[in-house]
């Protein structure tokens, strides 16, 4: 199956600092979404960029799908930012799923 | 709001006690999953269905059953939970065609198994 690896596992970040999120991916792929899980466990929709660059407030997101790697940029950073961000991949058609990294947690310092 | 339901939000169940989840789309997708995420792990896919058609994962064990009676609802059954099936249980959703694949997370279900 696919591998899908998220660097770095941790960050610690002081409020006001940007940050760079990497996901890498091992074979090619439709789908590639990042999410924010916040502290009640729900996965929020951050970007769906299987190919790209996407940008939302201070948030923005490239995948470079021919070289199989996504960043996911965090600009000005806030404390509310503070939580686990996953990287996940998957195909089309029936086989439709979606495989996650084990995702990066960033503490945010005011 | 077109959403991804799960219900319920919490559920306490006792060892060897079946157990229900369910959850309800308004986004009239095709395709739903079930995912299982333990806790500080990333979450893991059990099975999901393909319109009516159910595509088991390989390591998914027996004691996981699911049902879609209808396009908007799915249910997860646990016939005989044990401790090592406390998780979060996060439904997702997507409608397969040519422009985007991306899934829709509910808000999940938090099992405890006493």
């Known amino acids: 199956g696919i591998q899908v690896e998220q660097s770095p596992p941790d960050l610690i970040l002081q409020e006001g600092a940007n940050s760079t999120l990497r996901c890498n991916f091992s074979?090619?792929?439709?789908?590639l979404q990042w999410f924010h899980q916040n502290p009640w466990g729900q996965l929020i929709n951050l970007f769906y960029i299987p190919s790209g660059t996407k940008q939302n407030g201070r948030l923005s997101a490239t995948t470079v799908a021919t070289e199989r790697y996504s960043l996911l940029y965090i600009s000005s950073s806030q404390t509310t930012d503070s939580g686990v961000y996953f990287c996940?991949?998957?195909?089309?058609?029936?086989?439709?799923?979606?495989?996650f990294g084990k995702g990066i947690t960033l503490s945010v310092r005011p | 709001d077109a959403m991804v339901i799960q219900n319920p939000r919490y559920q306490v169940t006792q060892f060897g006690k079946p157990v229900t989840l369910s959850c309800s789309q308004t986004?009239?997708?095709?395709?739903m999953y079930w995912y299982q995420q333990k806790s500080s792990q990333a979450p893991k896919l059990l099975f999901h269905y393909y319109d009516k058609d159910f595509n088991n994962e390989a390591d998914t064990p027996d004691n996981f059953q699911s049902r879609r009676p209808n396009t908007s609802f799915c249910f997860l059954d646990i016939r005989s939970p044990g401790l090592g099936d406390a998780a979060m249980y996060l439904c997702a959703t997507s409608r397969d065609h040519g422009s985007s694949y991306e899934q829709y997370f509910g808000p999940g279900t938090r099992l405890t198994v006493t």
């Open positions: 074979d090619s792929v439709n789908n």
């Open positions: 996940a991949v998957g195909l089309s058609g029936a086989n439709s799923k979606l495989t």
């Open positions: 986004l009239n997708h095709n395709v």
